[in-house]
């Protein structure tokens, strides 16, 4: 246990002392002020119109690959520089790798969350919060609804982006598996896109069928097919566990090949 928590705040160390963080934010706010522009120079007519508008728009695909920047990279880096080794030799290959792999889901988690909420932020300087049509909509059929009612936009956008954030998590996970087979940072920070196309493609059908396996209903809290958000988000976090599990097994069993 002392061992795998060595290993957990060693990368979670090394995730804040990296400047890929901070530039992922930064790269998801810009990405979604693009998306929710309209070509014109406008945006929305509120903050939660903007946010909705930008999340929706094709270009927030981008966001997805700009949350794998900060660490689904790095057992490309360990392989790079042999220090894989040396960590393995510290402990095991289960604990190295499902350590990395808690962070590599944390870390996108958080840039999604934190730039998704930084976004709304600058919006809300030239934008009142909500505006009446869309505040009702998620007011009937939205996630966190009580945080609108209460006028609490801010924790509202957080949880919001959060929610958003599991799902790059996830997909920065696949993307770092991957990893294990061909060490290229260029596959690592495509694969979140083409992951998720295909994921949607061959899952379309049965999502339309099955609304809680579909990730464009789950992770997205303007929808709430539980009408509970501890429900909502709840599964939403089981499904990113799962991920966790599933991936962390496949990844131990690649590593010991690789390393």
Not at 139 to 144: D, E, N, P
Not at 185 to 199: E, N
Not at 224 to 246: P, T
């Amino acid at each position: 246990m002392k061992k795998r928590e060595g290993y957990f705040r060693t990368e979670i160390s090394r995730l804040f002392h990296n400047k890929g963080f901070y530039f992922s934010v930064m790269g998801i706010v810009m990405i979604l002020f693009l998306s929710a522009n309209d070509g014109m120079g406008n945006m929305g007519g509120s903050v939660l119109s903007s946010v909705l508008l930008s999340s929706y728009d094709a270009g927030f695909l981008a966001a997805f690959s700009l949350a794998a920047m900060p660490y689904a990279a790095s057992f490309t880096d360990d392989l790079e520089y042999n220090y894989a080794k040396y960590l393995v030799i510290r402990g095991s290959y289960g604990k190295y790798v499902f350590s990395k792999m808690l962070v590599i889901f944390l870390s996108s988690m958080l840039a999604m969350g934190i730039g998704i909420t930084c976004f709304s932020m600058l919006c809300s300087l030239g934008l009142p919060w909500a505006d009446e049509g869309m505040m009702e909509y998620i007011l009937m059929y939205g996630g966190y609804r009580s945080f609108l009612g209460q006028g609490q936009y801010l924790l509202w956008f957080l949880l919001y982006g959060m929610q958003w954030g599991i799902f790059a998590g996830i997909l920065s996970m696949a993307a770092a598996f991957l990893s294990l087979f061909w060490p290229n940072k260029l596959l690592v920070f495509s694969a979140p896109v083409l992951l998720y196309q295909i994921l949607i493609e061959f899952g379309a059908d049965s999502f339309r069928k099955i609304s809680a396996f579909d990730p464009r209903v789950v992770f997205d809290a303007r929808h709430n097919i539980w009408d509970s958000d501890l429900k909502m988000l709840a599964w939403a976090f089981l499904l990113g566990a799962a991920a966790w599990l599933l991936l962390g097994f496949v990844g131990v069993l690649q590593s010991k090949r690789r390393i």
